[in-house]
């Protein structure tokens, strides 16, 4: 159980009332298929600059009439902000500052949840949107960044320590990181792709697309080092042990417990 209340959570309302045109307004900022996430169901996203680089990544929820962002805690400032100074002729903007976020992970997380909300025992990965547990209204979302299976509760923040009892960002990717260098090309759907039906129209898509088709110069890859010592964040990476030559660094390391091995 994890409090991530220090995370970024915010409405996106269209003017018009059309939750479609929220979608597309998003869209105008990231390089995600908004449109097509369906009522009750959520995306991974991403903000980009005019550089193609990486602003932020959030997710982005349909919750029927708005959207539903979490973004992350040391941008959501400057998230709030680009959506501001780009969307307030389309949308309403609101920072739900006053909700609380806790993420429930692990096998045994469903099972433990379904005993205060029996509706997330039918959720599948990825559904999102309001719920009931221990009869305070939520927006719950069975999904989380430990890559097991688990949800994230918003819950008003005053009812938070009720509902959990316990108190509780970017080495990765960041701005000079486009999402074809930090291998996040899943995320970004065909129909924003070249060729797709809403093809490019947000901020860096003629790099972000030019290295679809044509590759990019560094990338992000997994590496599992000889011995038991993690190799730390800012290490440099050489093609070989006699080479003087950098071929790259290390943005993030640990000891990786399922692989029983630095990563």
Known sequence: LFDVSHM????????SGKVGDAALALEKLVPQDI?????????????????????DDLMVANFGDHL??????????????????????????????????IALQGPKAESALAKLCADVSSMKFMDAGPRRVAD????????GYTGED??????????AEALAGLCLYGHDIDTTTTPVEGALEWSVQKVRR?????????????????????????????????GRAPVREGAALFADATSSEQIG??????????LNAPV
């Open 8 to 15: 970024g959570q915010l409405v996106l309302r269209a003017k």
């Open 35 to 55: 449109a097509g996430i369906a009522p009750g169901r959520q995306r991974y996203a991403q903000f980009t600059n005019d550089d193609g680089g990486l602003l």
């Open 68 to 101: 539903f962002l979490v973004v992350n805690a040391a941008c959501k400032a400057e998230d709030e902000a680009h959506l501001r100074a780009h969307l307030t002729d389309a949308c309403e903007i609101l920072s739900l500052a006053d909700r609380a976020l």
């Open 136 to 143: 305070i209204d939520c927006f719950v979302s069975r999904s």
């Open 150 to 159: 688990g949800f994230e509760i918003s819950v008003p923040a005053h009812k």
């Open 194 to 226: 070249s060729g797709g039906a809403r093809a490019g129209g947000f901020p860096g898509a003629d790099k972000i697309l030019g290295q679809f088709a044509q590759g990019a110069s560094r990338r992000r890859v997994g590496l599992k080092p000889e």
């Open 249 to 258: 660094k290390v943005t993030s390391g640990g000891f990786g417990p399922s």
